[in-house]
T-cell receptor, first 116, second 113 residues
Framework: DADVTQTPRNRITKTGKRIMLECSQT?????MYWYRQDPGLGLRLIYY???????NKGEISDGYSVSRQAQAKFSLSLESAIPNQTALYFC???????????????FGPGTRLTVL | GEDVEQSLFLSVREGDSSVINCTYT??????LYWYKQEPGAGLQLLTY?????DMKQDQRLTVLLNKKDKHLSLRIADTQTGDSAIYFC?????????????FGSGTRLSIRP
């Protein structure tokens, strides 16, 4: 079984719709992240959470919100989707730095979102 | 990823060496990384190097770090078709109470026969 799972894997939606992307992990990590990947732009951080009560904005948080429902679950919402949010979205996790110092991140398989 | 720069494409012949280059901006980065993304999959850590090292070798992979020039490279010896992927350079940046990873735009490596 995959350690980091994302649902759905693919989603097509219309402008103005609210959608939620979900991420679950079985690695027992405290830290979780949401990134979006666009061609030629690499990965950009949307939100990150270092524990259930700690949520922080990344570099491109406008238009997105998150919820850390439990240590193992971190969901990303688009309140009113727009076409320029069409992208590949990745969830990632990492262990806290007192347990592993080089901060490896473990990625889910991605969700391909298309906003028409 | 605008502060970590890498070329977007690289094409090499099977059996040759591939060298993927990256420049970064934060001289205080403690770790630098190479992640690999295969088609339809998420990123996986390929290798990393601590900032006080100049070189790290792991089987077919050699990482070179030039801190003065803020330049990182990944050399893949005897490149195989299974090496076709996007390779992301990344650096670890320290903030007030945490560290974050900043990714480059990725270099797509294609292998020709």
């Amino acid at each position: 079984d995959a350690d980091v799972t994302q649902t759905p894997r693919n989603r097509i939606t219309k402008t103005g719709k609210r959608i939620m992307l979900e991420c679950s992990q079985t690695k027992g990590h405290d830290r979780m992240y949401w990134y979006r990947q666009d061609p030629g732009l690499g990965l950009r951080l949307i939100y990150y959470s270092f524990d259930v009560k700690d949520i922080n904005k990344g570099e491109i948080s406008d238009g997105y919100s998150v919820s850390r429902q439990a240590q193992a679950k971190f969901s990303l919402s688009l309140e009113s989707a727009i076409p320029n949010q069409t992208a590949l979205y990745f969830c990632a996790t990492s262990d806290s730095l007192d347990r592993q110092v080089y901060n490896e991140q473990f990625f889910g398989p991605g969700t391909r979102l298309t906003v028409l | 990823g605008e502060d970590v720069e890498q070329s977007l494409f690289l094409s090499v012949r099977e059996g040759d060496s591939s060298v993927i280059n990256c420049t970064y901006t934060d001289s205080s980065s403690t770790y630098l990384y190479w992640y690999k993304q295969e088609p339809g999959a998420g990123l996986q850590l390929l290798t990393y190097i601590f900032s006080n090292m100049d070189m790290k070798q792991d089987q077919r992979l050699t990482v070179l770090l030039n801190k003065k020039d803020k330049h990182l490279s990944l050399r893949i010896a005897d490149t195989q078709t299974g090496d076709s992927a996007i390779y992301f350079c990344a650096e670890s940046r320290e903030y007030s109470s945490a560290s974050k990873i900043i990714f480059g735009s990725g270099t797509r490596l294609s292998i020709r026969p």
